[in-house]
């Protein structure tokens, strides 16, 4: 069976998530890394290159690039445009953590770029691939529950520059390009025109009660669906470290409520009404029976790495790619733009590259 030769760009935290998604991938083999920081690099080389162990070090981002057919790129999100782009025009197929980019030109110009070489491309929006998200999204789709009218969703963690995280670059304006809203619930954006379908308008308000130059630590946004449903997104970083990434979301619809806990087994809660209005059926689903669930309707894998490597190997579109990111940039966007004015702002038009 074929396999892949992979490189890494950042040895941090989310770069051994996805080197530990890998492990059980067997077409795939990490072989070659890099990252500023050597004894990082060192340790995940250790930790995740058997065959070459510490020879995997390389000594720069374009080595890496060279010697490898796949490219995740793992750094802070400044550095993400231009490896993108060094990764596209060698042809290689690459991942991208979230958020693609500091600012939406420069999560079009990665789009333009990936497009323009026709490469496989996906972004690690990873969410897409939770079976409570995917199970959530199912049902509020389905016709019998009627219009979606609202959701309320909270996402709340400890500010990153501390604990698990250690990402002191999340300080950096110049490094990361915002705080809670874009870094962290571009997630939740995404989720949310997903679930809703294209999103018309958008007003936020944002605050920095940490006091770090330009990065939020608390958003509220309200979003207006083109189908007419409204959302509201709150999203905090904050200061209690037994609190790490959390998730809740209730969506109503005319005949359907759904609440979800935890951002990839759930559980799930539901209560269906019939035609008239009168209770119909009420569970809750999580774990295996949750999987199970998502599982019957779509083909999505629950792991986002196994997906990317199986795309790369048949040279065909991975999910999410970064035109799938581009969209929740829009939003992200918008909501900035919203909170700086301090009234509504309506996203940038939908961005349609082809591959000439």
């Not at 999103?199 to 958003?219: N, P, W, Y």
């Not at 894998?301 to 065909?316: C, H, M, Q, V, Y």
């Not at 939003?331 to 309506?346: I, T």
Request: with cysteine.
């Amino acid at each position: 069976m074929a396999s892949l030769r992979v490189g890494f760009l950042g040895c941090g935290l989310i770069g051994r998530s996805h080197a530990a998604g890998l492990s059980s991938v067997k077409q795939a083999e990490i072989v070659s890394v890099f990252d500023p920081d050597g004894k990082r690099s060192a340790r995940f080389a250790s930790d995740f290159c058997p065959s070459a162990g510490l020879d995997a070090i390389a000594a720069s981002a374009e080595a890496v690039i060279e010697a490898v057919d796949v490219v995740y790129v793992c750094t802070w999100t400044s550095e993400h445009r231009r490896l993108v782009e060094m990764a596209a025009h060698a042809k290689k197929a690459v991942f991208c953590e979230k958020p693609l980019a500091t600012s939406l030109d420069d999560a079009v110009a990665m789009q333009q770029a990936v497009a323009s070489a026709g490469v496989t491309n996906q972004v690690g929006l990873v969410l897409r691939h939770s079976p409570a998200f995917r199970w959530l999204q199912q049902q509020i789709s389905q016709a019998n529950v009627g219009r979606l009218m609202s959701i309320v969703f909270r996402d709340d963690q400890y500010i990153p520059t501390q604990g698990l995280y250690d990402s002191v670059w999340r300080s950096d304006i110049n490094k990361a390009g915002g705080g809670a809203l874009l870094e962290h619930s571009i997630h939740d954006l995404d989720l949310l025109e997903w679930m809703m379908g294209p999103i018309s308008e958008v007003t936020a308000r944002m605050d920095s009660i940490h006091g770090i130059h330009g990065i939020d630590d608390q958003a509220s946004v309200l979003l207006v669906a083109e189908s007419g449903a409204h959302a509201s997104l709150v999203s905090i970083w904050h200061d209690m470290l037994n609190r790490p990434s959390q998730r809740r979301v209730e969506a109503i619809c005319q005949r359907g409520f759904f609440s979800l806990e935890g951002d990839w087994s759930g559980p799930v809660h539901y209560e269906l009404a019939d035609q008239s209005g009168q209770p119909q059926s009420q569970g809750t689903l999580g774990d295996e029976q949750l999987e199970a669930a998502a599982a019957e309707v779509d083909k999505i894998t629950n792991s986002p790495d196994a997906g990317f490597i199986a795309a790369a190997l048949e040279d065909r579109p991975a999910y999410p790619d970064f035109g799938t990111a581009l969209q929740a940039h829009r939003l992200a966007d918008a909501a900035y733009r919203s909170a700086q004015a301090g009234g509504l702002a309506v996203p940038t038009p939908p961005l349609v590259f082809d591959k000439s």
